[in-house]
């Protein structure tokens, strides 16, 4: 039987990441078509309950990617929401959730290779640790 | 002991007939034995039920998101007057409205602990100087203090009130030497399998009554994530991937905010080791943003605030990506 792909769920911020997203697609650059892409406002949208819920609804990795720091539209929101990530990664971790299931990037609008470099590397990292083990049965909503 | 249960009788005493305050938050003999239960007085008759042993384990910081815009005094440990600094850091409510007793604490007495230790029911209980009696109906025990604290008292820094408007009794020295975080670092080093089936397991007792929220002081929002219907973050059954969510995220939330007493752990009928979570949350805390919840009046809560120079290592920057260089 063929390995299940990998789902990546992708968080990309409107102003850098999503950009960089569609400057990767308009310059025909491949990339896994694992990811599927969330547009937020900005990486501060994220509430660490939605990579938790992600997971929980069986989604392999996830990705959040914001603008790089000191370049956010809203000046300040991604250095609040890298503390937050700082947080949430390593409890994720700590209560065995392997650590490159939840992955942060910064990407901005000009970097379409990077973001492609980034999926190919989660998706890669991701491929590499099999489909997420459930604690429970899932619920769908 | 006896002594700082005069004195706590006479300030309140005092408080109320000098109506600095409308209310005074304490603890009173439990009908339980092993236990000491929260107790709202408004009238200086009634102080003599005001009572201080080393079962007065609940945290009322708790009750005073409660009865905020009241005059109030509130019987504080060290934990619970920590609880009372970030919840005027937090705006939930007014330092000049608190009244704070402060008594130097030297840690409160694992009831559980003991009612394992013995066989059958424990009618009777009392405390003279570092020794717990007990009496059942066919057996008495008596049994150290100090080897029967809650595991949150072992490893408690600041026994003393952080802040206190009366202090009764002496100060005790901080206790800084401590490897508070010993457990949590012990566990890190377990395999991720391991670590992934003690956190399943150990949830998987959960009965989702939400005693841990209600006993907790910083779970003061009026409308719970759990709670909510739309969005519905969590499925209400016990489902070990929900508990697992609802854990996960209780202990996120109070990133900066817990002081770990351990009143959730107490709380917890089915006792879930819950404080394995929170403290592993501040040691991150504490590791990131060299942050302790509760010590500083000014400072503001971590989540909130940030610097540029925050450590950013977990984080793809694309600096050490052979890719293009970024657009500037």
Known sequence: MKEREPKILAFLCNWCSYAGADLAGVS????????????????SRINPFFIVKALQQGIDGVLVAGCHPGDCHYISGNYV??????????????????????QFAW???????????????VTEKVRGLGPIRKWGKIRRV | MQDVQRKIREEAKKLLAARSVDLIIGFEEASLPLRASPVFIHNEDDVEALVWNCFCENNLATYLTKVAGRKVAVVAKGCDSRSIVALIVEGQIKREEIIVIGIPCQGMVDRRKIEKEVQGEILEAGEKNDEVSVRGDDFEGVFKKEDYLYPSCRTCEYHSPVISDILIGEKIKENTELDEYAETIEYEKKSINERREYFGREMGKCIRCYACRQACPMCYCEECFVDNSYPKWIEKGLDLSDLAAWHIMRAYHQAGRC???????????????????????????????????????KAPPPLTTFSPDDRQDFIHSGEESTGESRGD
Do not use: H, W
């Open chain 1, 81 to 102: 929401a890298r503390r937050k990530f700082a947080i949430i990664k390593s409890f994720l971790e700590y209560i065995g959730i392997e650590k490159d299931r939840v």
């Open chain 1, 107 to 121: 990407i901005s609008a000009a970097e379409g290779l990077r973001f492609a470099e980034v999926i190919k590397e």
């Open chain 2, 259 to 297: 002081v770990d007493c351990g009143s959730c752990e107490r709380a917890c009928p089915m006792e879930v080791n819950l404080r394995f979570l929170t403290r592993k949350i501040n040691k991150e805390v504490k590791d990131y943003f060299d942050f302790e919840t509760g010590l500083d009046i």
């Open chain 1, 28 to 43: 025909r650059i491949q990339y896994p078509p694992n990811v599927r892409v969330i547009r937020v406002p900005c990486s």
